[in-house]
T-cell receptor, first 113, second 113 residues
Framework: DADVTQTPRNRITKTGKRIMLECSQT?????MYWYRQDPGLGLRLIYYSFDVKDINKGEISDGYSVSRQAQAKFSLSLESAIPNQTALYFC????????????FGPGTRLLVL | GQQLNQSPQSMFIQEGEDVSMNCTSSSIFNTWLWYKQDPGEGPVLLIA?????ELTSNGRLTAQFGITRKDSFLNISASIPSDVGIYFCAGQLQGTSGSRLTFGEGTQLTVNP
């Protein structure tokens, strides 16, 4: 079984809709991250959380919000989706004792019409 | 904004050839990581480098942490078709909080049998 899972894997939505992307991990890591990937831009950090009481903005947090429901769960929400949020979204986890190694989920492909 | 320059953006090679790609920055990094992303999957860690000058191998892959701490390269020897994918460098920028990674834009590798 995968250590980091994301649901859904694919999603099509309309402009203005609220959607939530979910991430779960069984690695027991405290640190979780949400990234977005666009062609030619690599991975950009949206939000990150070092434990359930700690939420931090990344470099592109505008238009997104997150919720850390438990150590194992970290959700990303788009309150009112817009077309330029069409992208591939990745969740990742890391263990502070493992230095900066991050483990990624399989990704969610989002299309906003 | 993006602080890592990764090159080349894409490579088309014949099976059996060696491959080299690199990342450079104007800023100092404390850690360099190299990831590979297969189509439809999340990035998977290949090699982690933690000390300036460090040279590390993982099978046919070799990576080095530059002495200036502003660059890193990844070499793949005797390429095979399953090496196809996108390769990303990533690093922890000096002065940023632990675990936050900056990613390069990726190198798309195509291997012709």
């Amino acid at each position: 079984d995968a250590d980091v899972t994301q649901t859904p894997r694919n999603r099509i939505t309309k402009t203005g809709k609220r959607i939530m992307l979910e991430c779960s991990q069984t690695k027991g890591h405290d640190r979780m991250y949400w990234y977005r990937q666009d062609p030619g831009l690599g991975l950009r950090l949206i939000y990150y959380s070092f434990d359930v009481k700690d939420i931090n903005k990344g470099e592109i947090s505008d238009g997104y919000s997150v919720s850390r429901q438990a150590q194992a769960k970290f959700s990303l929400s788009l309150e009112s989706a817009i077309p330029n949020q069409t992208a591939l979204y990745f969740c990742a986890t890391s263990d502070p004792t493992g230095l900066w190694t991050q483990y990624f989920g399989p990704g969610t492909r989002l299309l906003v019409l | 904004g993006q602080q890592l320059n990764q090159s080349p953006q894409s490579m088309f090679i014949q099976e059996g050839e060696d491959v080299s790609m690199n990342c450079t920055s104007s800023s100092i990094f404390n850690t360099w990581l190299w990831y590979k992303q297969d189509p439809g999957e999340g990035p998977v860690l290949l090699i982690a480098l933690y000390k300036a000058g460090e040279l590390t191998s993982n099978g046919r892959l070799t990576a080095q942490f530059g002495i200036t701490r502003k660059d890193s390269f990844l070499n793949i020897s005797a390429s095979i078709p399953s090496d196809v994918g996108i390769y990303f460098c990533a690093g922890q920028l000096q002065g940023t909080s632990g675990s936050r990674l900056t990613f390069g834009e990726g190198t798309q590798l195509t291997v012709n049998p």
